[in-house]
C-alpha cells in the first residue's frame, strides 16, 4: 500500500471472495454459482442491437426492472431497490443507517461482507456468536438497540430460519432497521418479503446470483417499505447512479419474468443437493441442514482443509474458510449432477486413501 492511505483503511481486512484459478480447469464448486445458463429470454435480449446501445448511459431510473420485480412479488415498485449485485444494497444499508453512534447487530459466522462493512464504514459492529451447533439465538437479536444484519439461510451454516422467527426479531426492534439477507431463500427457506407490508423497518435483500443464473450481470435488490427505499436511493445518487448497465437491466427483466424456468432450476438444484448430502453422510460427513445451494460439511478422518487441498489437486474447488469453530468444515456447491458425481467419486479416492 502506498504511504497516502488513510490509516483507518490501511487497517481494513477486506473480503476475499472464492478462488477463481486461471491456472487450469476446475469443476467450481466454491463460489455458489448457479449450474444451469439463464432463463431462455435472456438469450434472446441480449442482441447486437442491444450492445450498440452500450454508447449511451443506462436508465439511472431502473425502471423496467424494478417493475419486474414488483411484479414478481406484488409490490409497487417504490418498494423496490436495484443494487449492482447485492453487495452494493449491503454497503449502501451500512451507509445509510449505520456509523460510530449507530452500531450494528451481526452474527459471527455469516456472510464475510457484514464484519468488513462495518469496519470500512467505522460502524461498530456488535457480533453475537452462533450456537453451537451453528443455530441463531433469535432472542439474542431481539431488542438489539441497533441496525440488526443477519441471513437467512445462512451462510456458511446453510441452515435457515422459520419465518414466525424472523418476524420476532423484526417486530422487537420497531426503532432500528432489521436487514434480512436473502441471497438463497429460493432453494428452501421462507422469505420475509410477506412481512414488508406489516413492518416499515424491515429490508430484505436479495440477489440475481444465485437462483436465476445472472452471477456475471451483478444484479442484487432489496425491498422494503418506500421510506426505507427513498433512504437507499439517496445514497445510490450520490455514489453511482448509473448502477445498472444496460444489459444487465435487459437480463434482469427476462430472469424475473421466467417464473417457470426459475423453479424448475431451483427444484433440479435441491433434488441433487438431497441426492449428494444422502451420499456423502453414508461415505461419514457430518453437516447442517441446508436451506441452500450448497452444503456446510466435515468430512471424517481428516481436516476440512486437508479435503479441500485434495480435492483441489484433483480438479475439484470447494470453499474452504478456517478458524476454530469452521475448521473442519469445507461448503460445497450444488453443481450439476455429472459434477458432483465427479467430487463424490473424488471424495472415495480421498477417503480411501487416508485409511490406508
Known sequence: MSQFLRPALAALDPYVPGEQPQDKSYIKLNTNENPYP?????MEVITREAVSQLKLYSDPTIAPLKRAIAEQYGLMPENVFVTNGS??????SFQAWADAEHPVTIPDISYGFYKVFAQLFQVSPKVIPLREDFTLPVEKFCGAGSMVVFANP??????????????????SNPGHVVLVDEAYVDFGGESAVSLIGRYPNLLVVRTFSKSRSLAG??????????????????????FHPYNINRLSMLAGVEAMKDTAYFEDCCKKIMATRQRTAEALKALGFTMTESSTNFLFAAPPALSGR??????????????????SRLSPYVRITIGSDEEMDVLLAKTREILKEAKA
Open 87 to 92: 453487495d452494493e444494497a449491503l454497503g449502501f
Open 217 to 238: 450481470a451483478r444484479i442484487g435488490y432489496a425491498m422494503g417499505d418506500p421510506a426505507l427505499i427513498d433512504d437507499l436511493e439517496r445514497v445510490r445518487n450520490s
Open 38 to 42: 439463464p432463463a431462455p429470454g435472456v
Open 306 to 323: 486437508e479435503y479441500y487441498e485434495q480435492l483441489k489437486d484433483r480438479g475439484v474447488l470447494v470453499r474452504y474458510f478456517g478458524g
Open 154 to 171: 445462512n451462510a456458511p451454516t446453510g441452515i435457515a430460519l422459520p419465518l414466525s422467527e424472523v418476524e420476532k426479531i423484526v417486530a
